[in-house]
Structures are given as structure tokens and as C-alpha cells.
């Protein structure tokens, strides 16, 4: 499941709910604007807190962060 979000600390995975994507806090990028997506009201995070619940969830990885993407 995922939960909305108006923090980016205590989780590794945060998901734009606005894009579908998700980005590793513990290897964030410059490109990620995850400041951007928080204050937004973009952001969501995962339960659990894990790559492959993101990826059940819909979201797809981002360039920056994870690579892989798939689009
Ligand atoms: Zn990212």
C-alpha cells in the first residue's frame, strides 16, 4: 500500500504519485527534486518500505536514483 506523505525522513522509498515514480532517498540525485515533489503534495511512500512494493504498486524507477526505468 502506499501512504501520502508531507515528510521525506524515517523511509528509504518515495514514490510521486503526480509521475508514478519512484526514487531511493539513500542515493538521491539533483534531478530528483524530491524538496519539489514533498512540498507539492506529490509524495507518497511505501508499506512496505520497499523497491519491489513500488513496483507492485505501479511506480517505475527513477533514471537518476535507481536506473532501470522502463519508459
Ligand atoms: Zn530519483
Sequence with gaps: ????TATRQGFRYLGN??????HDLYNEGNSCGI?????????????PDTLA????????NCHYCIDG???
Excluded: C, H, P, W
Aim: hydrophobic content about 40%; glycine content about 6%; cysteine-free.
Design 35 to 47: 524538496n519539489k515533489i514533498v512540498m507539492a503534495g506529490n509524495a507518497v511512500r511505501f508499506v
Design 1 to 4: 500500500m502506499t501512504l501520502n
Design 17 to 22: 504519485k503526480n509521475t508514478k515514480e519512484v
Design 53 to 60: 512494493q513500488a513496483r507492485m504498486e505501479g511506480y517505475d
Design 69 to 71: 526505468s522502463k519508459r
